[in-house]
């Protein structure tokens, strides 16, 4: 289990990656933000952008998707706080491969036993291109006293 008191400015977790099918921009397109850009092929190719792109928040579900399982699901994470400035910086295609990463910004100790701990994800594409950089705040319980680091008490 991952505590407040693992992370420090400059932790940085590798996500992993995830590759954005035609399919799912349709999809998500259609079901929530039915843009024609996200849901017209032949709208999105007449566009500035010559064909289809992922919606933002579709790219920040896969962000979140990213985060959570290679940390949330193992951390003492009480609720997220707030989001914010999110950047979507390149459009995401169809075939993409979205490579996440996540960095520890800031952790402040409260006396309640929590902390807030402020955090940074990127998604890269293939190129190296980042297409969406968005920061973040979460509150984390703080290690119970009498538990060392390893778990054990």
């Given at each position: 289990?991952?505590?407040?008191?693992?992370?420090?400015?400059?932790?940085?977790?590798?996500?992993?990656?995830?590759?954005?099918?035609?399919?799912?921009?349709?999809?998500?397109?259609?079901?929530?933000?039915?843009?024609?850009?996200?849901t017209?092929?032949?709208?999105?190719?007449?566009?500035?952008?010559?064909?289809?792109?992922?919606?933002?928040?579709?790219?920040?579900?896969?962000?979140?998707?990213?985060?959570?399982?290679?940390?949330?699901?193992?951390?003492?994470?009480?609720?997220?706080?707030?989001?914010?400035?999110?950047?979507?910086r390149?459009?995401?295609?169809?075939?993409?491969?979205?490579?996440g990463?996540?960095?520890?910004?800031?952790?402040?100790?409260?006396?309640?036993?929590?902390?807030?701990?402020?955090?940074?994800?990127?998604?890269?594409?293939?190129?190296?291109?980042?297409?969406?950089?968005?920061?973040?705040?979460?509150?984390?319980?703080?290690?119970?006293?009498?538990?060392?680091?390893?778990?054990?008490?």
């Open positions: 289990m991952l505590y407040a008191e693992d992370l420090h400015p400059g932790t940085l977790f590798e996500l992993g990656s995830t590759k954005v099918s035609r399919e799912e921009i349709l999809d998500f397109g259609r079901r929530f933000d039915p843009l024609p850009l996200h017209n092929e032949d709208a999105a190719a007449a566009s500035r952008f010559g064909g289809l792109i992922a919606s933002g928040f579709h790219t920040a579900a896969l962000l979140q998707r990213l985060v959570v399982d290679a940390v949330l699901s193992r951390a003492a994470l009480i609720a997220g706080r707030e989001l914010g400035p999110v950047r979507m390149a459009p995401v295609r169809p075939g993409d491969v979205l490579h990463s996540m960095e520890i910004m800031e952790v402040r100790p409260r006396d309640d036993g929590t902390a807030v701990v402020r955090s940074r994800g990127t998604l890269t594409n293939d190129s190296g291109t980042v297409v969406m950089e968005v920061q973040g705040e979460t509150l984390w319980e703080q290690r119970p006293a009498g538990e060392s680091a390893s778990g054990a008490v």
